[in-house]
């Protein structure tokens, strides 16, 4: 199946010479149609610059980015505005409501835009607060509802006019823990119920409780994978199964996970194996004669 979102080879950097810094360094990933996928990552990782070359916002200095077919990193800016208005939306931290309007009147203002008749307005507007679990707050404004529900009235609102493709950064960026995971749950119904391929990037690990895929980036690139799917155990019961998947590179370079490497106290320099259907890794077993 072709990829909805299709990420290859970017690299971007701001600055130049010594003060230079490497935002992305040859980042690799794709997103299926209709896939929920989390990027985590410290602060500083080159999420946000990630995301921004995805959508169109930046633009990368070597590598290609495809949405939906689209060559977005070969688009003039009359493509970008087309891109932005025809197949991609964001969220952001901040929600970016209209204060003086309602939830319904919030999550309506992108169907008046594209002169929506009223009734299939008012049908969308309510499927989209079901969705993200705001049914019964559509009269209330911004100001009379929490942070939590401030997003997910964003969320709504991004998602109104069916986009292909949804980009969050850090939508619980202001948000605590529980009504974090009330944001990342809207997104997953969203996503669910929609169909709309789905790109969160996030600093908060606990988004991993709420979608099969994590992807993390550590310094501008790619490294681990995480996978989740379930399965059903000898007794009948259901049973959520973590993989944790490591990324190689197209030279063929890979990060161990962090806990490997403490757990075996693996430095410097590991000892490989080629197996028949597998590379094993041993600590260097040299190095104490060293
Ligand atoms: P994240 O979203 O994961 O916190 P960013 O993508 O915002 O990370 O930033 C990645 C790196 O690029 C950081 O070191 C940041 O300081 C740097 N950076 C981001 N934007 C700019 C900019 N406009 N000019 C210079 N450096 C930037
Ligand atoms: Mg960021």
Same mark, same amino acid.
């Given at each position: 199946m072709t990829a909805m979102v299709s990420v290859r080879g970017v690299h971007r950097t701001y600055g130049s010479g010594r003060t230079a810094v490497h935002a992305l360094r040859d980042v690799s990933f794709d997103v299926a149609p209709g896939e929920l996928v989390a990027l985590v990552g410290r602060s500083g990782s080159g999420k946000t610059t990630l995301l921004n070359v995805v959508g169109g916002l930046d633009r990368p200095d070597e590598g290609t980015v495809l949405v939906d077919g689209t060559e977005v990193t070969a688009l003039d800016d009359g493509g970008l505005v087309r891109l932005r208005r025809d197949v991609l939306a964001f969220v952001f931290q901040t929600f970016g409501l209209v204060p003086v309007l309602s939830a319904a009147e919030n999550v309506g203002v992108p169907l008046r835009l594209r002169a929506t008749p009223v009734a299939e307005r008012e049908r969308r507007v309510e499927l989209l607060l079901r969705l993200v679990g705001l049914a019964d707050h559509a009269d209330q404004r911004p100001e009379e509802m929490s942070g939590g529900q401030q997003q997910r009235v964003a969320i709504a609102a991004a998602v109104a006019n069916a986009p292909r493709v949804l980009l969050a950064d !850090?939508?619980?960026? !202001?948000?605590d823990e529980t009504t974090s995971g009330q944001v990342f749950e809207a997104i997953r119904h969203v996503n669910r119920e929609l169909g709309t391929t789905t790109l969160i990037v996030t600093h908060d690990p606990s988004v991993a409780e709420h979608v099969r895929r994590t992807v993390q980036i550590r310094d501008g690139r790619t490294s681990t994978e995480v996978l989740r799917r379930s399965t059903v155990d000898e007794h009948g019961r259901e049973q959520l199964v973590a993989e944790e998947f490591a990324v190689l590179d197209k030279v063929g370079r890979l990060q161990l996970p962090r806990e490997f490497v403490e757990a075996l106290e693996l430095r410097d320099r590991v000892r490989l194996g080629l197996e028949p259907d597998h590379v094993s890794v041993w600590p260097d077993a040299t190095e104490e004669d060293r």
């Open positions: !850090e939508p619980t960026g !202001e948000l």
